[in-house]
């Protein structure tokens, strides 16, 4: 497994949200799209994406 640090606004972003985690996953997934297109999302644990390679 690839680690991947989450930007730490993400979770500020969502606060408060009825979909919170729905919201941070997409955020997430965007995220990584943009900054690290080889990777795929695999799980979340904590504030690290845990990717593995397209």
């Known amino acids: 497994m690839i680690k991947v640090g989450i930007p730490f606004c993400y979770k500020w972003l969502t606060e408060g949200a009825p ?15 943009t900054n690290e297109p080889g990777l795929r999302l695999v799980r979340i644990s904590g504030m690290t994406a845990l990717c593995e390679r397209k």
């Open 19 to 33: 979909n919170r985690a729905q919201l941070f996953r997409a955020y997430v997934e965007g995220y990584l799209r």
